[in-house]
């Protein structure tokens, strides 16, 4: 059926239609404990195209599906359907009106996209889950998402006016709020909405007893259908009705939603507790404030910190959270962070002294006003689902019972029971979420893949259900039902309630078609498990990256990805660029992962190394390393791919490209025995173009120009022609000449070394051709990388064992050093050693503390303006070396700004690939020139990386700022 129905999609959509392997793969799995492989996935263009796909998936008789950010934790978010994926295309913000405080919004909308439109009137919308940076109002819709300032903004459901959606079959409606006048007048006109008007009239008449009974007035009550929306005694409310029906009704195509003011001045107060307890029993003393400009009221514990330090998030915000030593040695302790807001900074000020002059006299606080430490205050508190995925013994953390809401005044007691059931059955975890409405969020070391602990699973949480229900709480309070818990709404609810939940699901949708399983008519919450019993273990192995945090496993090591998204994220960090060029989920770091875990079961994609799938998945990965540093989990793609190149070619002969852009040291040392006649090669019209067109080298961009004397020649000319470094006998600092600083940029060196020198160092730099073998990872030609860094090794032995530190003035070679080296040549004592060594110039500098020698003297050229902003190449964010420049430029006087401009796009050999070309210039020019453009108006421009400063050169318009590097600008700035 399945090639029919792809045809006739394809045949009367607009938008994209994918039926292949990869992209079912891709899209197997949310961010739940559930998988199910999709039919194919369409990614409509307008509300056309979705009328379109759901009559055509009618016509075939097909389940379908929609999704947004594809972040869901119930498992709602992944079917055995037709997936209409609304974040590609569907993503227009089509009005906002200030006056009447509302705005219209196509479903693939990102939350941050809207609330930054909005604060241009002083606006916003004011459910903010932590995903607010890349999750889409369309899943928050489905989901009934709350978020921090859900406190005093409500959930989703209670800032949603209208709805547009589309019906399995293809039938359009608009729903909104319905009196009894306006009801009237819909069957008066005929209008289509008014018989599905009519049955919901007829089953809120029939239910009104049983939900005002069994409907609590919990803020967080998130489970269910909101029944309450359609009871005699107010308008009905239709679009009300389907927030939170996980598109097991309709889908929706456009949604009218309210918009609240913006508190303009914050503050905020973090306040200690000895255990998480004792801060969920203070919430309900602290819930007056409400009234007094509290806005926020978050929480977690310390086992979030521990897991926090463990895997290396926001390791300096943490220094914001009072009593935070003595916590961490007596392993017990919890944090408030309370947010109070104000239209005026007098107003915020005197409410955060009310609501501090409250507080127990012994309870330690800290009052944060920086808008910058609160963002690292809360940063913390979003860290919950990365930090508490990986447990700091390696193993996983799972979803399965993160979610419950209770009232606020029994979270105590829910947190102190919750934890007695761990405590009988074996489970752990770490607590975080939104304690000022009694909604608290963990993740458990569940054993999902046995049938033993699969029973166990099931017991525990029918019995976490039960105290919910019984502590009057909902089994979800913001992330839905699912599969996770639509099983367990009876024991919420009772029979006749869930009932009317199947009723109003067939008045939308008769067959049953929409999303089955979820929510209404469940699987059980122990099938389509992604890691159950059947879960294989694959036996193909890495053979040369270690994989030492992952049990020696690649597939231990892709099963990192829960599914977070933040890979999908456009307006901070690096990850993922690829992603923001092609809007492309298998080309997102995210769907390279599942990818992966998907080559190793086998199923939808072949179980091989020669897996073309994943092959061409991790062709566009740029090798950045932004999610190293990025992915909450660390998942660290460049590693994974370069495995799986090694793999995938061995034995074979690789695209022509590969060998041209991987071997560029090679080529490179060559060239610069004869710089002006490879200059003239690659340059001239004619032979350069047969030349890069035969080794699949781009014509589109100029080649860099070689030196006409590289590093390791000029030094030779200044020593001895036996003497393989020219330094005294016992130098304090190497200073090493990389390919691209020897070959391209020598003058970077020789600055490099004048400022060493400037602050009394005794520089050697060595003449002997090494490598440290960078562009050989991208290309997975490891048994060369590994034969190259013991040459590597073997030129700076005697520094090695010396200990002398080794200066690196290129980022991507740091980073080599630091992190592939030591993973390739495990077996080689030296090579830790050396990784230990290796500094940037700013480490080295600031760990000699050479300051104080670096005063100017005659500061000229960009030296002289003081105000600099650095845009930090991605390997030095992963080898975490980028803020050391900042730290010495601002101890030696200058105004520092650092640019959060994301990927160049070039990255190394990638953008020279001709078929690599135009995505590296989409992702150049889209994000990251304009940015540096507009930082580089009143401030000196300093970019470090040898691809960044190629792809400006490239990309900006002529008479642009022409950048510095750091190296430069020390050297004038001392007036070496």
Known sequence: MSEPLESALREALRGDVEFGSSTRA?????????????????????????????????????????????TSLAGQGCNEAVVVDFSRYMTSILEIDPAARIAR?????????????????????????????????????????????????????????????????????????????????????GAGEAAIVGSLREIGRRSADLVTSRFSQLPRRVSGFNLDQIIPGHPLHVARLLVGTESTCALVTEATVR???????????????????????????????????????????????????????????????????????????????????????????ERAERFISRLP???????????????????????????????????????????????????????????????????????????????VHTRNNFDLHTESGLRAYREYVERAADLVASLGGSLSGEHGDGQSRGELLERMYGPEIVAAFRQVKAVFDPKGRMNPGKVVDPYPLDENIRFGPAYKISTLTPTYFPFAEDAGSLQHAAERCVGVGRCRRDDAGVMCPSYRATRDERHSTRGRAKLLVELFQGEVTPMSWRNEDVREALDLCLACKGCAVDCP??????????????????????????????????????????????NVALSAPGISTLLRRAAGVTTDRPAPRFASKSVRRTQRTRSQPTTPTLTPTQPTVVLWPDTFTDAYRPDLALSWKAVLEAAGESVAVPTEWACCARPLYDTGMLELARKTLRRLLDVLDEHIDRATPIVVPEPSCLAAFRDELPKLLADDPRAAKLAALSRSPAEHLLATDAVTSLRPRRASGPAASGRVVIHPHCHARAAHASDADRQLLEALGFEVSVLDAGCCGLAGSFGFSAKHEPVSRVIGEEQWLPRLLDAAQDRTLIIDGFSCATQYTHLAPSGSTSPTTLGELLRAHIGA
Not at 34 to 52: K, T
Not at 296 to 301: H, I, P, R, S, V
């Open 259 to 349: 918009l609240i003011p913006s508190p303009a001045h914050r503050r905020l107060v973090v306040l200690a507790y000895p255990d998480v307890f004792a801060a969920a029993d203070a919430v309900v003393d602290l819930l007056p404030s409400l009234d007094a400009g509290l806005i926020g009221l978050e929480g977690f514990d310390v086992t979030l910190v521990r897991q926090m330090k463990a895997h290396r998030l926001n390791l300096d915000q943490l220094s914001l959270l009072p009593d935070l030593d003595q916590a961490l040695e007596r392993d017990r302790g919890g944090w408030l962070l309370a947010e109070i807001g104000g239209d005026s900074a007098d107003e915020a000020d």
């Open 633 to 678: 989990t660390h998942v660290d793609m460049a590693t994974y791919k370069a495995e799986f190149l090694a793999h995938h070619y061995r034995g074979r002969v690789r695209p022509r490209e590969m060998y041209a852009l991987g071997l560029v040291p090679w080529l490179a040392r060559a060239a610069t025995r004869a710089p002006a006649l490879a």
């Open 361 to 439: 006299s012994a309870l330690p606080y800290r009052r944060i006003d920086d808008p910058i430490e609160q963002r690292g205050a809360w940063a913390i508190r979003e860290s919950g689902l990365g930090a508490t995925a990986i447990r700091e013994d390696g193993s996983h953390n799972l979803e399965g019972w993160e979610d419950a809401a209770v009232p606020p005044e029994k979270l105590g007691t829910y947190l102190r029971e919750i934890a007695r059931l761990w405590e009988e059955f074996g489970y752990a975890g770490a607590w975080y979420g939104h304690f000022g409405q009694g909604c």
């Open 26 to 70: 891709v899209y197997a799995t949310d961010s739940s404990n559930y998988r199910q492989v999709p039919i194919g996935v369409v990614f409509p263009r307008d509300e056309a195209d979705v009328a379109s796909a759901l009559t055509i998936c009618a016509r075939f008789d097909v389940p379908v599906l929609g999704r947004g950010g594809g």
């Open 105 to 189: 919004v196509q479903p693939g909308v990102v939350l941050d996209d809207l609330r930054r439109a909005a604060e241009a009137h002083g606006l916003t919308f004011g459910p903010d889950p932590a995903t607010h940076a890349w999750c889409t109002l369309g899943g928050m819709i489905g989901n009934n998402s709350c978020g921090t300032h859900a406190l005093f903004a409500g959930k989703t459901v209670d800032n949603v006016e209208r709805l547009r959606v589309v019906t399995y079959g293809g039938e359009r409606y608009e729903f909104g709020s319905y009196d009894d006048g306006q009801y009237a007048g819909l069957v008066k006109s």
